[in-house]
C-alpha cells in the first residue's frame, strides 16, 4: 500500500537517517523510541506534510487518504464538532455518525473549547475518520490523559481498527504496552540519526513479550 524511502531529515543536524519500509492494508504499528528521537518527524514525512521530503520517497502516498490526530487537536475554535469535521469532507448526517462512533453523540453543536482533553482528543479522531482515511497516524493519542481515559480511548482506537479491517495505522507511543492492545507490528527508532532499530511482526503473544523484553532492557527507553 505504501513504501517509505526516505533519504533522511536534518534540522541543521541529522535527525532521521534512512528510513525504509512497507505499510501493507490492515497493519496496526506502534512507533516507538526515546523522547525527541525523531518519531513525529516520521510521521509529518509520511503523511506528505513535511515538503523537504521528496513526493517520491513515500511510494504510494498519492492515492491514499490520510488522518492525522495530532499531538494537539487542532480543531477550528469557532466552529462547531459538527462544522469542523464537515471540513475534513463530512456531510452533517456522517459527522454526527463519526462523532457518535467516539461516545460524542450529544456533543455535535459543541465548540472545542467546550470540551475535556480526552473529549477534544476524541473529536479530532473523529475529524480523522470524516476523511475516511486508508491510513490513520495518531501521534501519542494518550499523552497527558488519566489512566481510565487512555484505556477507553485504547479499547475505541482497537474497536475502529476491527471495524476497518483494510486500514492500516501508525500509533506513536512510549509505552510498549500499547502493542499488545493495538500493534500487529513494532517499529522501534533510534541512534542518531534515527532509523527503524526493529519492524517485527507482533501477531503472537509470544513475538510480542520478546519485542516488549527488549525494549525494557532497551537504554534510555522509558517503560510505562
Ligand atoms: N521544525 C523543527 N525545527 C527544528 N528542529 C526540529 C523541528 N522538528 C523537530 N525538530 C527536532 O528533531 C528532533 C526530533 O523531533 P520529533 O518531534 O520528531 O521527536 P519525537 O521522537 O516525536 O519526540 P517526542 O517523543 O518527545 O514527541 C528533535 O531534536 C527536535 O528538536
Redesign the pocket.
Known amino acids: 500500500m505504501l513504501e517509505l524511502q526516505i533519504a533522511g531529515r536534518s ?1 541543521g543536524q541529522p ?1 532521521l537517517g534512512e528510513v525504509f519500509a512497507t505499510i501493507e492494508r490492515g497493519d496496526r504499528i506502534c512507533l516507538l ?1 526515546p ?7 516520521l510521521l509529518n514525512a509520511i503523511a506528505g506534510l513535511d515538503k523537504t521530503i521528496p513526493p517520491k520517497a513515500i511510494i504510494g502516498r498519492d492515492k491514499l487518504r490520510v488522518g492525522y490526530l495530532f499531538q494537539e487537536h487542532r480543531l477550528l475554535p469557532w466552529r462547531t464538532l459538527n462544522a469542523n469535521l464537515q471540513l475534513a469532507g463530512a456531510t452533517t448526517a456522517e459527522a454526527d455518525d463519526h462523532l457518535a462512533s467516539v461516545g460524542l453523540k450529544d456533543y455535535s453543536h459543541y465548540l472545542p473549547d467546550q470540551l475535556s482533553l480526552g473529549m477534544a482528543r476524541r473529536a479530532a479522531l473523529a475529524r480523522c475518520l470524516a476523511v475516511k482515511p486508508d491510513l490513520l497516524l495518531l501521534d ?1 493519542p494518550f499523552a497527558s490523559l488519566d489512566p481510565v481515559m487512555a484505556g477507553e480511548l485504547k479499547a475505541l482506537i482497537a474497536g475502529i481498527m476491527d471495524a476497518h479491517p483494510r486500514m492500516a495505522m501508525i500509533c506513536v507511543t512510549h509505552d510498549g504496552g500499547d502493542a499488545e492492545i493495538l500493534a500487529n507490528r513494532l517499529w522501534y527508532l533510534d541512534g542518531r540519526p534515527a532509523q527503524l532499530q526493529w519492524d517485527d511482526a507482533v501477531g503472537e503473544p509470544r513475538l510480542i513479550n520478546e519485542l516488549l523484553g527488549k525494549l525494557r532492557n532497551s537504554e534510555g527507553f522509558d517503560m510505562v
Do not use: A, H, R
Not at 523522547?35 to 518527524?41: L, Q
Open positions: 534540522f535527525v523510541g523522547s525527541g528521537i525523531g518519531k513525529t518527524t501519542e
